[in-house]
C-alpha cells in the first residue's frame, strides 16, 4: 500500500466538524435515567450526576420548539409576543 496515496487521499477530504443536536442531549438524559434505575451510580456520585442530568433536561426542554397548537390556543400573536421578557434598560 501506498502511503503517500492514502495521505493525499486524507487531505482531500473536507474536515467535519462534530455535531450535537437536542435530541442527542435527550438521549443522554435518557441513559442517565436508565443506568440510574439499574443502580450504576454510588450514593456518592448521584448528587453530581442528578444535576448534570437537570442541566440537560432542563436545557432540552428550553430548546424544544412548541406545538403549533399551543400558538393557536393563545388566540392572537399579541399575546404569543407577550411570552418573552422585556429588559428594562
Do not use: W, Y
Not at 48 to 76: M, N
Request: no cysteine; hydrophobic share 45%.
Amino acid at each position: 500500500m501506498d502511503t503517500t496515496n492514502t495521505e493525499q487521499q486524507m487531505e482531500q477530504k473536507p474536515a467535519v466538524a462534530p455535531q450535537l443536536a437536542i435530541n442527542d442531549l435527550a438521549a443522554v438524559v435518557q441513559i442517565i435515567d436508565i443506568v440510574s434505575r439499574r443502580g450504576a451510580f454510588e450514593g456518592s456520585e448521584l448528587t453530581a450526576v442528578g444535576a448534570l442530568r437537570s442541566k440537560f433536561a432542563e436545557f432540552v426542554q428550553a430548546s424544544t420548539p412548541k406545538p403549533p397548537a399551543a400558538e393557536a390556543a393563545s388566540g392572537t400573536k399579541e399575546a404569543n409576543i407577550a411570552q418573552f421578557p422585556v429588559s428594562s434598560n
